[in-house]
């Protein structure tokens, strides 16, 4: 069975740092695109970041230069790493892993998601 783990959310003044992290099934983490969404309150799901298998990044706009997403894939992991917080990025934060090959499959598999708090 295929599972994403997030650890590593909390809360902080804003300014402050939090790193997250995402355990992901052996199965799945070396055919995917890891990335990290996050929800806010009355919003939609929004990309946050995205990482491919061989280290390619995609960051949204709202988190340049102050988020950076990184991978090991020795230990099938996906980190976020959260500095310059703001208020606007409290939010439930996901991970998600998608396949980066037209061989690996369809799937699109979510975790359970992390609460991350800014205070102001």
């Known amino acids: 069975q295929v599972q994403l783990v997030e650890s590593g959310g909390g809360s902080v003044q804003a300014g402050g740092s939090l790193r997250l992290s995402c355990a992901a099934s052996?199965?799945?983490?070396?055919?995917?695109?890891m990335g990290w969404y996050r929800q806010a309150p009355g919003k939609q799901r929004e990309l946050v970041a995205t990482?491919?298998?061989?280290?390619?990044?995609n960051y949204a706009d709202s988190v340049k230069g102050r988020f950076t997403i990184s991978r090991d894939n020795a230990k099938n992991m996906v980190y976020l790493q959260m500095n310059s917080l703001k208020a606007e990025d409290t939010a439930i934060y996901y991970c998600?892993?998608?396949?980066?090959?037209?061989?690996?499959?369809?799937?699109?598999?979510w975790g359970q998601g992390t609460q991350v708090t800014v205070s102001s």
């Open positions: 052996a199965t799945i983490f070396s055919v995917s695109i």
């Open positions: 998600n892993a998608r396949p980066q090959y037209l061989w690996a499959g369809s799937f699109n598999y």
């Open positions: 990482i491919n298998s061989g280290g390619t990044t």
